[in-house]
């Protein structure tokens, strides 16, 4: 991507601004991304945070319930947020004569969301039929995102199931809301991004005049979410009433991707080395050469690169005809590991990685509200919205030895197998 | 011990309610320049200069329509092995090639055409094109391909058919249109398994044509440069034969929706669907902007009511379906098995509602800004833009549809949306279908225009 100049600035209550001022098509994107993921949501409250993020569209003191999203898509624009395991982000893109009304939105809700028992009951119920539909009525639902964490890891943060259960959900009330809002939702635990056609100073004034007098709330200290890595290897089953094929997830522990990044680069080319592609080596061989799978992948972060702080998950995951032993494709997997740990890629392998990655992150980022969360999300995780400028160089830079490396650290005896039986007999 | 407020102590402020800040002056979108043209081969080729980051965007669409029963396997496999071999290069080298300048292809089939979508770094744009070439003049389909992607085709075919989705859809087509070769989006397990290389290699030789065809090519790339580049490499790419087109679907008329019971099915689709017409018609506008109001968009009548107010559902949007011969108007909702009846109760309210109780002023407004801006922001990248055009394009419009089209939605009156509204959504209008729990039938039976499989 061309760079863009980034301009960063605090407000007095806390709040971090990134303003990247690019004047090609007459649109801009407007994020808040709020520092609270379902990993800090309180035990038995499951999907909380998830429910929340429902709840921040449902009218604060000047919006009444649906003037949110008539505000924006009657001013041309489109919207959304969505709940991760260490952020929740909202946004916006719109035309450029709209800046002013986005900015007005996320400052009303971050001053004074209005929520209400009405709202609260009507999002449960809404919140229940996106679990159905993403989880419970359809083959592999919330595989692995859902069902790998509970076998790798111990702790209640890092292993529940982030959509919730539904007693969990029904159970919520307005004092948890409050609390939640109070404790998480402070200027000071936020980042907001104004991205597209705007000019620095016309960002700033416009920033001042909406967010400037929200109240300042200490943000609250972020606690370590970091757990021993497994000692042996961990198994887990589910079984799916309606996939009609058996798959397994295998995860791994992986380097610390904020403070370990270039270990955690590493890991993204060995995911891209391994299954991106035909003539990556789990695709050629289990797919074409020998072929036992029906898909396999391999992947860092269960919602996918950038998203999460420290423990975060490499994943490989495959589906197979019922014929096909899951053995013979862990110990195919085992013996490409292997393979590379004893070997390192070639040279032509990886510059296939890279400009992969290169051309990949172009494309995602012409899109101006990807650009504009990724900007919003890297100021939150890694304190640096010019890792978006920087990335293809740091990609290209992950030497074949470090991948050998990466490839070496992913062993059996450390890592969690979920298996996903078909158990359906709606076949 | 920390004390926390209430949620309404939360939700007011001192100062009070603010208003809502006026909307700025608009600056309008820079013209693109495009070149639109077809090649000595047939091929039409649009091209357009959107340098927004150093990548071309590219959609081949053949129209690929076939009678033959087994049309749709034989299809799927050619989809399948097209980027499997050529004499140059196998399956592997053609990935090598793509990834060392950052790019992609990949091909798929529908019953109207086989798509070809790829992308790579501007810099690499000619081994883009001389891998497409190479795969449409010299695929081997290979005897070795053909069969280990026959048997992965099976198996992905078994999980597809496993998604509520998918099976709605499939009951949604059979109900509409019977056994016109438009319903065969997916072919049966049987058919593929008896698909051989030779048939394929025939249905390539015969059907990957040229004539007829459409090329987009949307990026960091002077239009005329890029046709003559395009020109150049898909010069042995060539026919006297035209790529097929799908035969006319018949007209909708309304009918009972049809019930199909789905063991263990804990929600319900909801899919109806009623006759349009397509972009070309003078009434679009009119019909795009009523469709909106409807359930096209969030802030829509049926959105704010099944989901915001009763909470039935995650999901309920309608939308306008393009077809060879005209277009459709597709009703969908998945709800709790529970509420089926009621949302279903709740969607034909809505659906009379439009048209004895037409848009407010406040609602045209809304759904002709969100019309303008979201076509502004859809083209405003590379890959919105190619998508877009290719989808326009393939039904005999251009760049010029697109760069007048906020011109024609201002020009809408409030009268003509009311007029598409009663003519477009009349309850009576519209057949469908529903999957679920067969226990919801009694209810669904009770309110009438349902019946059993």
């Known amino acids: ?427 | 011990m920390t004390s926390f407020r209430t949620a309404s102590e939360i939700g007011r402020t001192e100062l009070g309610p603010r208003p809502l800040p006026a909307l700025g002056v608009q600056r309008s979108a820079t013209g693109l320049s495009v070149q639109d043209t077809v090649l000595d081969n047939g091929l039409r080729v649009i091209a357009v200069h959107q340098p927004t980051v150093p990548m071309v965007e590219l959609r081949l669409r053949i129209p690929f329509a076939g009678t033959d029963p087994l049309h749709a396997a034989v299809a799927e496999v050619l989809a399948s092995t097209l980027l499997t071999g050529t004499e140059r290069r196998d399956r592997f080298a053609i990935d090598t090639d793509l990834a060392l300048v950052g790019g992609e292809l990949d091909a798929s089939v529908d019953p109207e055409r086989l798509a070809i979508a790829g992308n790579a770094l501007a810099s690499g744009f000619d081994t883009l094109l001389d891998v497409l070439a190479d795969t449409l003049t010299g695929a081997l389909h290979s005897e070795d391909e053909v069969g280990r992607e026959r048997d992965r085709l099976v198996e992905r075919i078994a999980v597809a058919r496993s998604q509520p989705s998918v099976i709605a859809r499939e009951a949604l087509q059979r109900h509409r249109y019977g056994d016109h070769p438009f319903t065969r989006e997916m072919p049966d397990a049987a058919d593929v398994a008896v698909v051989t290389a030779q048939r394929v290699r025939e249905l390539h030789a015969g059907a990957v044509l040229p004539r007829g065809s459409l090329l987009v090519l949307v990026g960091d790339v002077e239009p005329a440069d890029a046709v003559a580049r395009i020109a150049s490499a898909l010069a042995g790419w060539a026919s006297d034969a035209s790529a097929v087109e799908l035969p006319p679907l018949p007209e909708l008329s309304g009918g009972d929706l049809l019930f199909v019971p789905r063991p263990g099915a804990v929600q319900s689709q909801l899919r109806l669907s009623a006759q349009a017409v397509p972009r070309t018609d003078e009434l679009y506008p009119a019909l795009q902007l009523a469709n909106l109001v409807y359930g096209g968009f969030f802030s829509s009548r049926l959105v704010e009511n099944i989901r915001e107010d009763k909470g039935y559902t995650y999901h309920a949007r309608s939308s306008v379906e393009f077809t060879p011969s005209g277009a459709t108007l597709l009703v969908e909702s998945d709800t709790a098995s529970d509420v089926t009846a009621p949302a279903l109760l709740e969607m034909r309210y809505e659906l009379g509602r439009l048209g004895v109780v037409p848009p407010t002023e406040s609602e045209v407004d809304t759904v002709r800004r969100y019309a303008v801006g979201t076509l502004l922001i859809s083209t405003g990248s590379q890959t919105g833009l190619a998508s877009q055009l290719a989808a326009v394009a393939a039904y005999g419009l251009g760049m010029d549809w697109l760069v007048g089209h906020p011109a024609r939605l201002a020009e809408v009156t409030a009268d003509q949306i009311a007029e598409a509204a009663r003519r477009f959504f009349s309850p009576p209008r519209y057949t469908g279908v529903i999957v679920g729990d067969v226990a919801q039938l009694p209810y669904l039976s009770a309110l009438g225009g349902v019946r059993a499989e």
């Open chain 1, 1 to 427: 991507m061309p760079v863009t100049e980034l301009n960063r600035f605090t407000l007095p209550n806390g709040l971090r601004v990134v303003v990247a001022p690019d004047p090609t098509a007459p649109v801009v994107g407007v994020s808040v991304h709020y520092d609270v993921g379902f990993r800090s949501e309180p035990q038995g409250r499951t999907g909380f945070a998830h429910l929340f993020e429902h709840l921040m569209f449902q009218g604060s003191e000047s919006l009444e319930k649906l003037a949110h999203f008539r505000h924006v898509q009657s001013s041309g624009g489109t919207f959304n947020g969505s709940t991760h395991p260490d952020y929740t982000d909202y946004f916006e893109v719109l035309p450029s004569a709209a800046l002013e009304r986005a900015l007005f939105l996320e400052a009303d809700r971050m001053r004074a969301p209005k929520i209400t028992e009405e709202n609260l009951r009507n999002q449960v119920d809404v919140v229940k039929e996106e679990i159905r539909l993403n989880v419970l009525n359809r083959p592999y639902g919330g595989f692995p995102w859902i069902l790998l964490p509970p076998v790798l890891y111990q702790t209640f943060p890092n292993a529940h199931n982030g959509y919730g259960d539904f007693s969990e959900l029904e159970q919520a009330d307005l004092d948890d809301c409050a609390q939640f809002f109070d404790t998480y939702y402070a200027p000071a635990n936020a980042v907001l991004t104004v991205a597209g056609d705007v000019t620095v100073d016309q960002a700033r004034e416009l920033i001042d005049r909406h967010f400037g007098d929200v109240p300042h709330r200490p943000a609250p200290v972020r606690p370590s979410f970091s757990e021993p890595v497994p000692t042996s290897e961990l198994r887990g089953e589910h079984l799916d009433p309606h996939a009609p094929l058996p798959a397994f997830a295998v995860g791994y522990r992986m380097p610390d991707p904020i403070n370990e990044l270039d270990g955690y680069l590493a890991n993204l080319v060995l995911a891209a080395v391994l299954a991106e592609g035909d003539g990556s080596r789990l695709q050629q061989r289990l797919l074409h050469r020998e072929p036992l799978v029906t898909d396999i992948n391999a992947a860092c972060g269960l919602f996918g690169p950038f998203e999460a702080r420290d423990p975060d998950t490499f994943i490989v995951t495959a589906v197979h005809s019922p014929e096909v032993a899951q053995e013979r494709v862990l110990t195919a997997v085992d013996e490409e590991l292997d393979k590379l740990a004893a070997a390192p890629p070639s040279e032509q392998e990886l510059a296939k990685v890279t400009a992969r990655w290169v051309a990949g992150l172009h494309r995602e980022h012409d899109r101006l509200i990807a650009r504009t969360l990724a900007f919003g999300s890297l100021e939150l995780l890694y304190g640096d919205p010019g890792l978006v400028h920087q990335l293809p160089e740091r990609i290209s830079a992950v030497t074949p030895d470090a991948v050998a490396a990466a490839a070496k650290a992913l062993r059996p005896d450390a890592r969690a197998v979920l298996t996903v039986t078909p158990a359906g007999g709606d076949q």
